[in-house]
């Protein structure tokens, strides 16, 4: 297929890449020159670079991928006279993978939708390490029937593919997850710090919660206590991994998306406002299982 | 073996009952009569009732096993003239499955060893159901060769039997998991009842939190959103299961050891104070994930 | 002078009322037509109504005041080509007395200095009792020069005229007191409901804090505990007064402010959420004392 | 009169100094023989120095002080056979001016009634400079006729004397009272570094808040922003005051004490937590209002 693929940041480079492997043409935009010539070198020249968005969009494509930061930049590359709504061809179908307000995603499908254009919002999880190996996991909303005809073109760049219903659903799935994980993380890192601080093995009290009530992925996938998990970032110094300053966007997401419906979130918003305490003190670049140094000397 | 049994409530008794099904001899105690009768009756009466605590320590027992209401219960049993510790004989092994703060249960321990006896902490958790099968999940601390020893005596009442290390440790596992676990029900009935509320179906929305990073008992086996698992509570009206006034307790003692060795657990204490909102709102006998009452109409 | 004023609600209609008392000319608009009718008939005709937002803004005023009930119709009113800043003549003065986000308050206030007329954010307290008695209380950023020109206008509708600095300050000003105030709010219902139910009278109770170092506006002025304060909304049954969800509102801008900052607010995050859960409860049109509901029966 | 002093620390030594000036004759004691030392200098040796606790009970006095650290010295110094109780002569009476829990209060007072001695709980605020200078406040619990006979006497220590009503409900005054600052601080902290960190400057923002619905003792009389009253602890590097451990200590009585009756308190439990933390940060020396450097860089 001849696809459109705009921002070429850490995720979105790793995932065009897997797309030219595949077998896909790729008009590939960046507002940064040195991403989109990055992509050009690791393709070997194979990733076609567009001039302009409005370019990018003109090119006549089956589809277009955008992988962006925040709402903002999803407006803006959406809208205006220079943007994809204005200049790209009907029946182009377009996917927004970027972590945003289901709001915001509501809002431009309904704009694509009006122009001819399906969409379908399809954010990820699996970080930097699954968008290299292809194995990101990806939650879309939009049209059923739009997202059965392209489910396996996710399949080139991840494994699990979620089909979450009407428009705007895959940032709710995403968002859902994101604020139960977010709190999840600081309450296996309070429970760890509490049993050992109270006399306990932290490798034996692990192994009892995953095999317990209390097990959740933070625990036996992702614990935060040094040396419970040889492979998890708490083990390396909390480098690598999902910075905590991600997590705070994502329960900023989250908050401001129960804001929107009045839905209370108690622990939502307190886990925000915790992760924004632990980035206030300089720490945001660790990874958010590092939220644990609040509870330990 | 001989066996004293004291404590025969809703737990106590099916454990007690498990204990004579398996061939031991029961001595057994309670301070409200109809519990002893209702024992009598359900082993045919092969359980032997002693007229008093005092009577039953004087029993000449291999090993005594307490299960009370709670550290108040556990201290006027143990302690005092008429207690446990005054007329046993040493070298009988004393058993606390009370589920207590690891300070009380770390004290009654140092005074039976002071008597020559050895003791473990090892409380429960599995519930009445649990009890009842005999699959108890049993999390023991004291000598290590003691446990080791009696291993098999747990597995009458019990399935998965964890060694937690030294006296008081059973308490603090058990207090650890059960926080994790009060913060991740609520965390759960959030995430699901805002995702809902946001446009999603909720059992996709579970199916997608069950495979990523959201993933938790509370979401995967105990869903607090009615009609996402069958056999939930949550499904049958929050009926049976764990009382809310149980996971109360539970993050009391959690909260009370946290400041006995100054361990700030925030999400901790914010979780206790919701659970004791809910049950100030007469609900405290729902299983304790009707919490998400609070949080969706 | 001759004024416009755009927003005749609750809080704008007797603004603009004293205004005319005082003896301005007023031009009059409102997208709901009865409140311009309304304002008419209150003051005698002496009201002059626009028949659009354009035809206000190009009456050739001296000042213009908007009152509107949130950041989105503020953005509405003063851009597009229908809009006041499109219209206005240069050397109009501005003034936003709406309640708002400071960033969006200094977005509006640039774009107006661009096209050379000086702004002035002007948010009150006081409440629709306070704007028809003329006794708000204004909290005004801007030009200090331009505030010292225009204070006394602000004295036609208000008592206590404060300069809080630069453009977006009032804004601050307002957010921050308004966060301060919903936590001390809540804080004083935990404390009250507290101590009555630990025994003791709470007017005693009330009296005791309000002359010692828990004293604060909700205990001393605007006691949460029915029967402490004769003349509180909780001695008559929360009507009246500020309700619930317009604290409700003034939180959520001040979460969302500190958040553009980066600014972690614990207390400020979970009271937000606390009125949430009262609100969605269905109580969100009392007066905001009565979130002392959620902690006695 | 004839008193006696339990308890000479660093609030019951200038309190019982006090007494001496007002022309009463007291016997002292303390565990820790260079506190006596101590007293009987500053008193030049006007103190009469008993050589143990059952010594002073037997002395024929007409009322005992004691002013203890925590509820267990409370039991140990009243119970047991070397105690207050057992060996105090009828009549005497009994003032415990020792910040504790309301129920432990009450359980002391009933078995000094019982035993024929009338008992006051008379907890104190004000700190070691109000005790220096006679001018505490006493929240005084217990028979109202026994207050008032004993009123005067207060007055030599200081200056507010309030009845709160039944025994505990001085516990219960201060307790309510003193959760209510905690949260007050903090909501403090959060408001002043949100409105600096949005552009204010800190003392118009302090005026303003002052002058306004946000006003609090602890914004108006101990602000703890930097520099904004000259002479609170927040302008002279936080020494001195009331520290952040003594505000930890009665926050934990306050969520103790809501734990016995079932009451809810969200932002006492979240507050209890907050200077958890800080103290764990190794900052629990510094006055309390310090807790503002969790945020603000």
Redesign the interface.
């Known amino acids: 297929m001849k696809i459109g693929f705009i921002g070429l940041g850490n995720m979105g480079a790793p995932m065009a890449l897997n797309l030219i492997k595949a077998g896909h043409e790729l008009y590939v935009f960046d507002v940064v020159q040195k991403n989109i010539d990055s992509v050009l070198q690791h393709s070997n020249q194979k990733a076609i670079a567009s001039t302009s968005l409005k370019a990018l969009a003109q090119s006549k494509l089956d589809l277009i991928v955008t992988m962006l930061p925040a709402a903002q930049h999803v407006r803006s590359v959406y809208f205006g006279s220079e943007g994809i709504l204005e200049n790209v061809a009907p029946n182009t179908l377009l996917i927004d993978s970027s972590t945003i307000d289901?709001k915001t995603a509501r809002e431009v499908s309904r704009a694509a939708s009006s122009k001819g254009n399906a969409m379908l919002d399809a954010p990820v999880?699996g970080g930097t390490g699954g968008a290299m190996a292809g194995t990101l996991?990806f939650?879309v909303g939009g049209e059923e029937s739009v997202f059965n005809a392209n489910k396996s073109f996710f399949q080139h760049m991840g494994k699990?593919i979620?089909?979450?219903?009407?428009s705007?659903?895959g940032q709710?799935?995403k968002?859902?997850?994101?604020?139960?994980?977010g709190?999840?993380m600081?309450?296996?890192a309070?429970?760890?710090?509490?049993?050992v601080?109270?006399?306990?093995?932290p490798k034996?009290?692990a192994?009892?919660?995953n095999?317990?009530?209390?097990?959740?992925?933070?625990?036996d996938?992702?614990n935060p206590y040094p040396g419970v998990l040889e492979n998890a970032p708490a083990s390396r110094g909390y480098s690598g991994g999902f910075g905590a300053d991600l997590m705070l966007k994502d329960l900023?997401l989250?908050?401001?998306?129960?804001?929107d419906?009045?839905?209370?979130?108690?622990?939502?918003?307190?886990?925000?406002?915790?992760y924004?305490?632990f980035?206030?003190m300089g720490h945001g670049h660790l990874d958010f299982s590092a939220v644990i140094q609040?509870?330990k000397?």
């Open positions: 289901p999880s996991t939650m699990n979620f089909y979450c219903g009407a705007g659903n709710v799935a968002v859902s997850n994101n604020m139960l994980l709190i999840s600081i309450a296996t309070e429970a760890m710090a509490l049993g601080e109270l006399g306990m093995d034996i009290l192994n009892i919660i095999t317990s009530s209390g097990r959740c992925w933070s625990s996938t992702y900023g989250a908050v401001e998306a129960a804001k419906v009045k839905q209370p979130v108690m622990l939502g918003g307190l886990a925000n406002q915790i924004q305490t980035s206030k609040l509870f000397k």
